[in-house]
Nanobody, 122 residues
């Protein structure tokens, strides 16, 4: 079994910064991709950013480029999201996602964390 545990969510003033972390643990053969999504009240879940573990190649939601930066520490099976110049509209639950192979002979599957709340006050 694989678990994803997020941390770092908080209440912050507009213009501030936060750094989220997500650590994968359990039976892991290979982490293929890790990423962040967010869901605000009454809205659909949306992509924030993803990163390919082997290459470090990243993908961002267009509206967040330049303010958010995703990175990873493969040795720790951990992904980070540095969020700068936060705005009230960034308020959401931020969810970690990972595509992980638990064994070499099974395909990767998606796992989700429980989410961490980010609240940006104006």
């Amino acid at each position: 079994q694989v678990q994803l545990v997020e941390s770092g969510g908080d209440l912050v003033q507009a213009g501030g910064s936060l750094r989220l972390s997500c650590a994968a643990s359990g039976t892991i053969f290979r982490v293929n991709t890790m990423g962040w999504y967010r869901q605000a009240p009454g809205k659909q879940r949306e992509l924030v950013a993803t990163i390919i573990s082997s290459t470090g190649s990243t993908n961002y939601a267009d509206s967040l480029k330049g303010r958010f930066t995703i990175s990873r520490d493969n040795a720790k099976n951990t992904v980070y999201l540095q969020m700068n110049e936060l705005k009230p509209e960034d308020t959401a639950v931020y969810l970690c996602n990972a595509n992980i192979q638990s064994r070499s002979w099974v395909p990767g599957r998606d796992y989700w964390g429980q989410g961490t709340q980010v609240t940006v006050s104006s």
